[in-house]
């Protein structure tokens, strides 16, 4: 090791020897490693080979390095000068040739481009945490439904242990969100807290605008995010002003503002609206029990300076899921603890159950859809402009036989062409980022209403973009300038050159984006009726007639409801605990043989009627006092788990009977993305009724929220007024699949204009270079069909396969997305594929007949007086 | 005229070439012309300088012998042609005329 440290690195010497000529090696070698042992006496070894490093680069002369042939040929400056002009000269010369090239990589450009702002969106989510790496989210393994799954909450105790208990983890935070109303003067809006130790902000990196973060210790100080500050209190510093909090009816605490964080970075799942103290629930919620082993906080994230600590800690977890094992509940018992760092969390969030960092499996999956598109259009680009390259050759042959004959060789013309296809695909490239960054990008986020936060400044970006332009260039040039320079200077001369139209290739090439392009509209147009499809599925109740409101309490239902049933417009009202597509709670079920987690819903009588719930077997509840107290009805999946006749069948919920008298239609509580799980509807507490559903006349759903609205602020002008229409529960899913709709057809689109763009190109140039021919045909008594016969018959038997092959492509390629991405499709039908061929040949028809039409209103004299 | 044509820092090379005689190969000249300019060059400015030369007949060189410090590599030991110091001094006698015709007024007007 000693003797290696003393000698001179390695790698200049290999370098020095690859660009040096050889003549001069040997001296200058020697030269260098004399210095070299004479700069390791007066300085370090590590200067020394610094130095050494340093004077090899420097030896980097033109009279000293060799002449690599190659590098000689390409140094010619002036020939790049007339190469350029050339290319400029042939892109003006040939306007639709060149709108067709630069148009088409430039929309495959900005795909890409926006592809790539997309996924670095995605990737940076939550990685500008400056301890994400040593930051931890504490989770647990817990056997409840005949499976080992993974969950993001904690039980409560845990935090206050491990803060205890391990010297390694250096803070603690528990996170818990709480529903309130917040006021200030006057305004008055329903938000979330976030109850957090202070730790919160030494952990997560969320720098403050305005305030200190520590003051988080004091119970009585709050933190905003901007936006929230914003909403309050304008653009003032709001430092030092109350706002109260009203946690329940009549019951409210005044906080001190005493932070305001700076404006969040766009890609995040882990924010915040107001944080306030933990220990703040000992004043808004008394019940709570911060030992109790059975109830669960949203989140405990630990911090560790070692994370190789974590292996003995976990071990020492054991004794916790003892603690927790004895006293807890049977079903809520913990197998095992885990931590997930901050940096992976929302990458693994979806195999997380109930985590504080959203789900994010759709996010990764479109990265592949996208950058597959993306591909598929640069495909189809590049192609184009191979094809039209190829066939425009016969122009260039001339200077091409002229340029060989005097001295070009081969090289030379491809480099010559691929120069060509360099600043043709530049401008694409100009064109394609202002395209992605005027257009792509600020679309989707329109459309989505989120930000990318894509910027020009990202490094990253400045070295993506370079690789596009390489790989673009190469990919649609090579072939072309390969192709063009081999032909012989004497042959182009004596002009016995024969080539264009009969090219084996050039079908190849076009085929195949014919291919893409039906491969494309079969897709999107299985989208559009799966999207169709979607907007009409029946949700299995009656959500369009659907209303509800949140209610704090029971006598607050009660008024409102003695409002609303005044009302001419409402057919019927009920009250529950949880609302389908707002609030469900988990149960397990006991069963003899096995148990069952589901979701559990509080209702009333009513709400069968009111929701337009469908009973496909047994009965609904009974509608007087104390009626079904141990009877409950459940949907049919959770009748399909449970196997033949399941009316009857009896189970325990906390060693508590129960009993199935009715089975639900399958009906979807959220959206159709997600699987319906196993339900349960049970009789609510009348204490508990937090939701107020009421049905409307069909028609008169808009009339009767006004009147829910009037009527909430005539009863409770403190409070403001939430809920809705049962139809917009689902996140404005109607709105959604629009956007879906859109997306597809936009995709559609670019790639029929592509393909549509390369064989008009084709056919144009095709036509042209038989202008002769036609023009005699025409002479000899040719009509209409005679020329389109000769125009359509070398591309039929193309066409034919193209959509042969592309549109049973585009079904499989379908077919298998829809399963993918919808769990509740339609019933997939050839009838997508069909429209998709019907569609595409009536484009290739009309791009043909704009040139048959061209040819025939032509006038032969014209076209025989050539040349 | 460009082939005889000497920039400054070729002349100071050859300069310090000429001086020493036996022992001008690149690292002592390096050393020598280090010491006398006050300043750090680097082995690629005075390997280029020479090999311009050479090229242009002011030098002419022969490997001499190899040491263990080299690594076993030989020295080039470079020398000046008649051509060089036919040069050397026409630039000396250049220069020599040209500061006498500075009239002495120039510079007692400069300090004034």
Known sequence: MESQALNPPKWPLKFLRFFLKDEYLEEIEGDMEEIFYENVERFSVRKARRMYALEMIKLLRPNLIKNLEFVNHLMHYSMFKNYFKVSFRGLKKNPINSFINVFGLAVAIGLAIFAYAFARWTFSTDQFHENKNTVYLTTFFANRDGANQLYGTTPRPIGEHLRQDFAQIKSVCRIEDRNVVMKYDEHVFHERVRYVDPEFLEMFTFPLKWGTSNALKDVNSIILSEAMSIKYFGEENPIGTSIQMIYGKGQSKVFKVVGVAAEFPKARTIGFDFLINFENFRTTDPGYNYHDWNAFVNATFIKVDNPADLISIKSKMEKYKDLQNSVAKEDWAISSFSFEPLATLHEQSEFIKDDISRSSKNNYTSIVFMVAIAVFMLALACVNYINIAIATAAKRLKEIGVRKSIGATRKVVIVQFLTENVVVTSFALLIGLALGYFFFIPGFEMLWNFSMDFQFTDINLWIYLPIILLITSIASGIYPAIYISHFQATTILKGSVKFGQRNLLTKVFLCFQLVFACVFITMSVMFTQNTDYMSKRSWGYNQSDGLYALVPDRSSFEQLRTIMSQHPDVVSIAGSAHHIGRSHKSTVLHFPSRNYEVDQLDVDAKYLETMGLQLKEGRWFNDYEGSDQNAVVINETLANTLGEHPIGKVFQIDSVQFEVIGVLNEFHSYSFSQTVRPLIFKLAEKTDYRFLAVKARSGSELNVYKALQAGWTELFPEIPFEGGLQQDVWGFYYQQIGIYKLVWRVFAFLAITLATLGLYGLVRLNVESRIKEFSVRKVLGAGFKNISASVINQYVSLFIIALCVGAPLGYWAGSWLIEFTDEYHMLITFSGAVIAVVITALVLAMTMFTQILKVVKSNPINGLKVD | ?112
Not at chain 2, 60 to 71: L, V
Request: charge should be positive.
């Open chain 2, 1 to 112: 005229m460009k082939k005889t044509k000497l920039g400054e820092f070729e002349e100071l090379v050859l300069l310090t070439v000429a001086a020493l005689q036996q022992d001008a190969y690149g690292v002592e000249i390096k050393r020598e012309l280090e010491s006398r300019l006050q300043e750090r060059l680097s082995v690629g400015s005075i390997q280029s300088a020479l090999k311009r030369m050479e090229d242009k007949g002011f030098l002419t060189s022969q490997f001499g012998e190899a040491t263990a410090k080299r690594g076993g590599k030989r020295k080039r030991i470079y020398a000046t042609t008649s051509h060089g110091r036919k040069v050397l001094e026409e630039m000396k006698d250049i220069r020599t005329q040209l500061w006498s015709a500075i009239p002495k007024l120039a510079f007692e007007l400069k300090a004034i």
